[in-house]
């Protein structure tokens, strides 16, 4: 079975203070590690896709990064507007469902 | 280019009843695939249609049903609501069945 783990589950940040978001996954095959930025009662909006490790994709402020066992989200410089859960969702190689395994989310609250 | 759209917004049944939630599909993709919200938890993948054919299903029982129309817009169906049910009901869209997914707004479900 699909699994994704995500720590911290929150973290308090002060503004321009840099720190990272841990995905730990296992999968039968990944097909891709997602990122997502959700605010509350809204849904996810799409960040990054990464397929293999190695890769990493950039965003403003924000860097992924993919090994075989992990993903981390980086933030650099993080502003109050950063605030929000990050979402870390996998798709399998498999035959079948092709839906989204997600972790429960990191909660970033970023203070001014 | 229109994102994903969900109606109605928020909805509140009983147990017991039976709810119809809608789902419209940004331009260009033919996918979409709903996910089931608890609150504090990530999403839950419930089903995916591609091209109007349930294409995978999550670990949902028989009563949620959908259906998805030729111009790629879904709906999801709940049978015999019951209180578990109360949660935030996300509809993404896709290129393709393993594309990139890209979420609406939501509709959340209260069960009473």
């Known amino acids: 079975e699909d699994q994704v783990t995500q720590s911290p589950e929150a973290l308090r940040l002060q503004e321009g203070e840099s720190s990272s978001l841990n995905c730990s996954y296992t999968v039968s095959g990944l097909r891709g590690l997602f990122w997502y930025r959700q605010d509350p009662g809204k849904g996810p909006e799409f960040l990054f896709t990464l397929y293999s490790a190695g890769e990493e994709k950039e965003k403003e402020r924000l860097k992924a990064t993919l090994t075989k066992k992990e993903s981390f989200l980086h933030i650099t410089a993080p502003k109050p507007e950063d605030s929000a859960t990050y979402l870390c969702a996998v798709q399998a190689r498999k035959g079948g469902a092709d839906g989204l395994t997600f972790g429960k989310g990191t909660h970033l609250i970023i203070q001014p | 280019e229109t994102g994903v759209t969900q109606s109605p917004t928020h909805l509140i049944k009983t147990r017991g009843q039976q709810v119809t939630l809608r789902c419209s599909s940004q331009?260009?993709?033919?996918?979409v695939s709903w996910y089931q919200q608890a609150l504090g938890q990530g999403p839950q993948f419930i089903f995916q249609y591609y091209r109007e054919e349930e294409n995978g299903r999550g670990n949902f029982p028989p009563r949620f049903s959908g259906l998805q129309f030729p111009n790629y817009s879904s709906e999801l169906n709940v049978n015999a609501l019951e209180l578990d049910d109360s949660a935030l009901y996300l509809c993404?869209?896709?290129?393709?069945?393993?594309?990139?997914?890209?979420f609406g707004p939501g509709t959340r479900l209260t069960v009473l």
């Open positions: 993404a869209s896709s290129k393709d069945s393993i594309g990139e997914q890209f």
């Open positions: 331009s260009g993709h033919n996918t």
